[in-house]
Nanobody, 125 residues
Framework: EVQLQASGGGLVQAGGSLRLSCQVS????????IGWFRQAPGKGREGVSG????????YYAESVKGRFTITSDSGKNTVFLEMNSLKPEDTAVYYC??????????????????WGKGTQVTVSS
């Protein structure tokens, strides 16, 4: 079975940085996409960033471009989200998710098949 586990959240001051990790297991082939999503009180689910394993294509929401970077360590089956210049509006529960649908933009907007437990990110003003 596919399992994804997000970790690395915490409390930081505005302007600080955090690095989230997503441990991935259960995919029997290498044709998959991993995405980071977030949900905050009063806001809908937002697709933050994603990466397609087949070609390394990436996706970033406009709100995080230039501040967040998605990377992976395939040898350790781990995907990272490095978050810099954090703002209070980034406060949310962050989830990593996976899917085999290769249309990256589509699944970042409508959601993915496999979801892990979230990790809380809180940015103080």
């Amino acid at each position: 079975e596919v399992q994804l586990q997000a970790s690395g959240g915490g409390l930081v001051q505005a302007g600080g940085s955090l690095r989230l990790s997503c441990q991935v297991s259960g995919f029997t082939t290498d044709d998959y996409t991993i995405g980071w999503f977030r949900q905050a009180p009063g806001k809908g689910r937002e697709g933050v960033s994603g990466m397609r394993s087949t070609d390394g294509a990436t996706y970033y929401a406009e709100s995080v471009k230039g501040r967040f970077t998605i990377t992976s360590d395939s040898g350790k089956n781990t995907v990272f989200l490095e978050m810099n210049s954090l703002k209070p509006e980034d406060t949310a529960v962050y989830y990593c998710a996976g899917d085999r649908n290769p249309i990256l933009g589509y699944i970042m907007r409508v959601g993915m098949e496999y979801w892990g437990k979230g990790t809380q990110v809180t940015v103080s003003s």
